[in-house]
Every structure is written in C-alpha cells, then in structure tokens.
C-alpha cells in the first residue's frame, strides 16, 4: 500500500510568517493529494486538495504544490495567524485507499 | 442534518473483552473507512469498504474486524486479540467514482480506553 512521510512533525512560526509542510509519497499510481486540519478535541476538516493533473492549487491564504516526478507535495500557509495553529495532516489516495502522513503540529505565535 | 455519526464518544473496557464501535452516514457515500488515531502517529488505517459486502484490510487490520451489510453503517469491532487497543477511533466516508474519489468526511470519533 501507499506510504506517505510528513516533515516537520512540529513547527512554530510568528505571527504574519509563512508556514511550509512537506509531503512524500510512495505510489506513483496516487492521483489525489487532499491536506487536512485537525482542531484539538475536534475531527479533521479538509482545507485543500489538488489532483495529480495539476501541478498547484491556491485558496487564499493556503496553496498546495505537487511534484508527480518526485513524488512530493506541499502546503503554503501565508500571513499565519494564532487561529491557524493546529494538527495539519497530508494525504495521497489511489481509487479508495486513503493513506495519511504522522501530522505536523503547526503553532503560530501571537 | 446530513452527515457521519459515531457512537459511543467514550468508551472503557476490561482487557479482554470485546467492543463494537458503530459508524452510520446518511450522505449516500459509497466508500467508507476506520482509522486509529495515536498522539504522534496520525491516522493509520485500519480498514476500508468501497462497496456494501466488500472491505480491504488497511495497515493496521490486525485484532479489529469490521462488516458493511449497508451502505449506511461500518462498523468496528475491536477484539480482545488487539493488544494495545486505548486509541481515539476515526470513521470516514467518501464518494466513490471509480479514480476520481473525493474528500473524507470524518465523524467525531470514539475514544476506547481500555482498563
């Protein structure tokens, strides 16, 4: 099946900087590349996904870049704000099969 | 109010015995999914089922079992084989349409503990 590896597992910005989570995956044949926000207590929420016959996605202050060659995807989040600290996980799905990466705990300082 | 729904929220059990965790979704979704949620770990998936009579063990299957008699419910059984079974539970659904496949939409979740 799938694997995918997320880095970093934690990252701490300030206020107004920009935040980058990075994604590989193992399955070439993945097609499907959605990243999720997690809420302390709450479910994960999806915030942005892109499609494999696209190379980048961009939703106001968040983009989404893949790389079909190297296997790689990332999340952009600009202008951070306090409310953006979460658990933000990634994930590639080939039909069905959804697989995820650890998650990293992103916090944004005031 | 249409969505995913998972009962029990909490959940204790003796070692030993052996819990269901039930899953129901009114979204007419055809996929649906368990994943086990550790702190550090993320969502592992345990299993997946595309249609009704049908699921695929994901990579954790071992010690759980599941069944899909509907297309609205999923749910899991955790067996007294699963030996480190305290975890936050996910159910998810999602359209299933061949490769292109959309968003999971996950329910609260159900937290076993196990004593």
């Known amino acids: 099946g799938e694997n995918v590896e997320q880095h970093p597992s934690t990252l701490s910005v300030q206020e107004g900087d920009s935040a980058v989570i990075k994604c590989t995956y193992s399955?070439?044949?993945?097609?499907?590349f959605p990243w999720y926000k997690q809420e302390l207590g709450k479910r994960p929420q999806l915030i942005i996904d892109?499609?494999?016959?696209?190379g980048e996605k961009k939703d106001q202050r968040i983009a989404v870049t893949l790389n079909k060659t190297a296997k790689h995807f990332s999340l952009h989040i600009t202008e951070t704000q306090p409310e953006d600290s979460a658990v933000y996980f990634c994930a590639a799905r080939y039909n069905n099969d959804m697989r995820f990466g650890a998650g990293t705990r992103l916090t944004v300082k005031p | 109010d249409g969505g995913i729904t998972q009962s029990p929220k909490y959940l204790f059990r003796k070692e030993g015995q052996n819990v269901t965790l039930s899953c129901e979704q009114n979204l007419n979704h055809d996929a649906m999914y368990w994943y086990r949620q550790d702190p550090g770990q993320g969502l592992r998936l345990i299993y997946y089922?595309?249609?009704?009579?049908?699921?695929q063990k994901g990579d954790i299957a071992e010690g759980y079992s599941v069944s899909r008699e509907k297309k609205e419910s999923f749910p899991l059984t955790v067996t007294s084989a699963q030996k480190n079974p305290t975890a936050f539970y996910l159910c998810?659904?999602?359209?299933?349409?061949?490769?292109?496949?959309?968003?999971?939409?996950f329910g609260e979740g159900s937290r076993l503990t196990v004593l």
């Open positions: 892109i499609r494999s016959n696209v």
């Open positions: 998810a659904s999602s359209i299933s349409t061949g490769q292109n496949t959309g968003e999971l939409f």
């Open positions: 399955d070439s044949a993945s097609n499907y």
């Open positions: 089922s595309q249609i009704v009579n049908d699921f």
